[in-house]
């Protein structure tokens, strides 16, 4: 199987960072944060991926694994941001760009700020738990000391389909009600 970080994503050293904020570019490393939120369905987690990027390139993917790990903070972020960490040495992530398919939770969007991250893209909104424009506005928050870009929606539908599709599928499994946690 090829991972990743060996596909061929058409970047070039060169490449400008007025090219890396195109939409398109966006929507490319939201698809590998689908790809992991459709792994962790499969392996019967709430479906839910992220992608750290720092300069054009992948630094880190992670995937909910909360049953995996029975660790309540192994949200597909967290995860990602501690293998990025890791990956380039240093506890700030500055520089660093996360794709996350649903809005990040209050613990996830101060962990972000925690890491000096950037920018934060997230796919669909989480109107029970969103932490960077739903519920609460962490990102923007002009009483921390640290403060990033976020932009939403990108890819929303795919990563509601996924979480639908998921839920819906426990559901007639279990005979549970529908219920996001993300
Ligand atoms: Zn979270």
Known sequence: ?????????????????????????????????????????????????????????????????????????????????????????????????????????PMCAGALHAARIDRCVFGAVDPKAGALGTLYDIASDERLNHRYQVTSGVLAEESAALLKSFFARRRHAHGEPEALEG
Request: hydrophobic fraction near 45%.
């Open 1 to 105: 199987m090829i991972g990743p970080l060996d596909v061929d994503w058409g970047y070039t050293a060169g490449m400008t960072d007025i090219a890396h904020d195109e939409p398109s570019d966006d929507e490319r490393w939201m698809r590998l944060a689908l790809e992991e939120a459709a792994a962790a369905a499969k392996a019967g987690e709430v479906p839910i991926g992220a992608v750290i990027v720092c300069g054009g390139e992948m630094m880190a993917r992670g995937r909910n694994r909360r049953e995996a790990d029975a660790d309540p903070t192994a949200h597909a972020e967290l995860v990602a941001v501690r293998l990025a960490a890791r990956a380039l040495g240093r506890w700030r992530l500055t520089g660093c760009t996360v794709y996350v398919t649903l809005e990040p939770c």
